[in-house]
Nanobody, 122 residues
Framework: QVQLVESGGGLVQVGDSLRLSCAAS????????MGWFRQTPGKEREFVAS????????YYADSVKGRFIISRDNAKNMVFLQMNSLKVEDTAVYYC???????????????WGQGTQVTVSS
């Protein structure tokens, strides 16, 4: 059974940093892209960042470019999201995803985690 488990969310203040982790189990995703998405109540899940499998190419939403860094450790079957200079508008539930069915930036992946809450307070 494939599982993605996020951790590292929490309550922080504007300007702080957080590092989210996503641990995959049940199969390896070393050859697959993985991504981070976020969602707030009443809104669609939105793309945050993604990283390809073997090459490790990275892609970011304009809203987080220059502040967030996605990385992966294929040996540990994990993906990370380093979030710096956090803003109130970054508040959301953050989801880890693996193996996109098409465009990396669309929320159409085969596997999803349960989400971790990130709250940025002013």
């Amino acid at each position: 059974q494939v599982q993605l488990v996020e951790s590292g969310g929490g309550l922080v203040q504007v300007g702080d940093s957080l590092r989210l982790s996503c641990a995959a189990s049940g199969r390896t995703f070393a050859n697959n892209a993985m991504g981070w998405f976020r969602q707030t109540p009443g809104k669609e899940r939105e793309f945050v960042a993604s990283i390809t499998g073997n090459s490790g190419s990275t892609y970011y939403a304009d809203s987080v470019k220059g502040r967030f860094i996605i990385s992966r450790d294929n040996a540990k079957n994990m993906v990370f999201l380093q979030m710096n200079s956090l803003k109130v508008e970054d508040t959301a539930v953050y989801y880890c995803a693996a193996r996109p069915r098409g465009n990396l930036r669309t929320a159409d992946y085969d596997y999803w985690g349960q989400g971790t809450q990130v709250t940025v307070s002013s």
